[in-house]
Structures are given as structure tokens and as C-alpha cells.
T-cell receptor
Framework: EAGVTQFPSHSVIEKGQTVTLRCDPI?????LYWYRRVMGKEIKFLLH????????ESGMPNNRFLAERTGGTYSTLKVQPAELEDSGVYFC????????????FGPGTRLTVT | DAKTTQPNSMESNEEEPVHLPCNHS???????IHWYRQLPSQGPEYVIH???SNVNNRMASLAIAEDRKSSTLILHRATLRDAAVYYC???????????????FGGGTRLMVKP
């Protein structure tokens, strides 16, 4: 079974530019999550999709971040415009429908904003 | 999710057992105890979880105190590949959104010496 995949693995952009991160969850997993770790900090939750619906977006830092999951399959996380403090590693995870079940993480996308 | 407390770091010799402690004195009756680990340059990886009874799987064992205010992750024979940050996370099994996100703390950095 293929795991969670994320693209790109690494992105370097300038402040003010736009970047779109992609996550492909494990096939059949209704739940998709985005997390991030910014420099020196702990991994923080950003948001949670159930199929194509945003179930919880309480962790989204501001309106420069937009997440979508059209069709309930893959998800994108767009940062526009990027700021220096957005640098970090963005992780995607997926899980089947059980509440509080294990989550399967992707390898992450390292975003560097210069 | 309730807060957990873990030592910042621990050291072990290869092929020896490792006991990673976690305190969660404010755990509620509906909280599962989950352990994840993050190997260098990878996304977090599920290790094990439990509610009240001790649990074993191919990766590790989880020993839960009778009062559930603490738990210990046991790696029976540490290998170099087990060097990672280990996170103890409480997850509410209740209905609604409470159990869905993972709340990561600082974790314990395990170093394994050859």
C-alpha cells in the first residue's frame, strides 16, 4: 500500500511569492490533516479535512494560508504571499474514519522563504 | 488534549532495552495514550497506543500505570535506527472533533550509541 506522499519535498521561494504544497493521502482515507513545524518550535496542527469538507481549521495561522481538498482526494495548501516566518516543514497526514485512530504521515515539504 | 511531560533527551546503548517515561497526571477517562516517533528527516510515525492495559506490538511495548497518570514506552532492544524523537500524546476518544488532531509536545530525543 502506498503511503502518504507530499510534493515538493523542498521549496525555496522569495518573500511575497506564492507556493502551493500538495498532499496525496492513502487511498480510501477520509481524514486528511496538515501540520507544520517552524524553526525551533513544536509540530503544530493546521487543519483537518473529512473528505472534501474542512472539519477543523483552528490551527491555520492567518488568511494567507488556503487549504483545499476538491473531490475528497488530494489536498493543496497554498501560501500567498509567503512571509519569512512561514519557513518550516509542512506535514500531511491521513487516517481512516475512526475517531482518535492512528495517523499516517507523509515525509513533509520543507519550505524556505528568503 | 491533556498535557504530557517527557524528558528532553535520553541515551541508550545499542541492543539494550530503553524505557521512555511520560507523565500525564491530568489524563481524563476518555483519553487514549498514543506514542509517535520522528526519525531524522522523516514525518512522524505511529508507534503504539493504549487505554488502560499494557500493550505490545512488533515495534514496542506500552506500560500504563494503574492510575493512568503515567506510562512508559519500552523498546526491548534498541537499534541505531531507533534514534528519533519520541512523542507521548493524549487523544480524546470522545465524539466530535476533540480526538482528531494530534497535539505534539517537545518529545524525548533518544540517542542510541553503538
Amino acid at each position: 500500500e502506498a503511503g502518504v506522499t507530499q510534493f515538493p519535498s523542498h521549496s525555496v521561494i522569495e518573500k511575497g511569492q506564492t507556493v502551493t504544497l500538495r498532499c496525496d493521502p492513502i487511498s480510501g482515507h477520509d481524514n486528511l490533516y496538515w501540520y507544520r513545524r517552524v524553526m525551533g518550535k513544536e509540530i503544530k496542527f493546521l487543519l483537518h479535512f473529512v473528505k472534501e469538507s474542512k472539519q477543523d481549521e483552528s490551527g491555520m495561522p492567518n488568511n494567507r494560508f488556503l487549504a483545499e481538498r476538491t473531490g475528497g482526494t488530494y489536498s493543496t495548501l497554498k501560501v500567498q504571499p509567503a512571509e519569512l516566518e512561514d519557513s518550516g516543514v509542512y506535514f500531511c497526514a491521513s487516517s481512516p474514519g475512526t475517531v482518535a485512530g492512528r495517523q499516517y504521515f507523509g515525509p513533509g515539504t520543507r519550505l524556505t522563504v528568503t | 488534549d491533556a498535557k504530557t511531560t517527557q524528558p528532553n533527551s535520553m541515551e541508550s546503548n545499542e541492543e539494550e532495552p530503553v524505557h521512555l517515561p511520560c507523565n500525564h497526571s491530568t489524563i481524563s477517562g476518555t483519553d487514549y495514550i498514543h506514542w509517535y516517533r520522528q526519525l531524522p528527516s522523516q514525518g512522524p510515525e505511529y508507534v503504539i497506543h493504549g487505554l488502560t492495559s499494557n500493550v505490545n506490538n512488533r515495534m514496542a511495548s506500552l506500560a500504563i500505570a494503574e492510575d493512568r497518570k503515567s506510562s512508559t514506552l519500552i523498546l526491548h532492544r534498541a537499534t541505531l535506527r531507533d534514534a528519533a524523537v519520541y512523542y507521548c500524546i493524549l487523544r480524546d476518544r470522545g465524539i466530535g472533533n476533540a480526538g482528531n488532531m494530534l497535539t505534539f509536545g517537545g518529545g524525548t530525543r533518544l540517542m542510541v550509541k553503538p
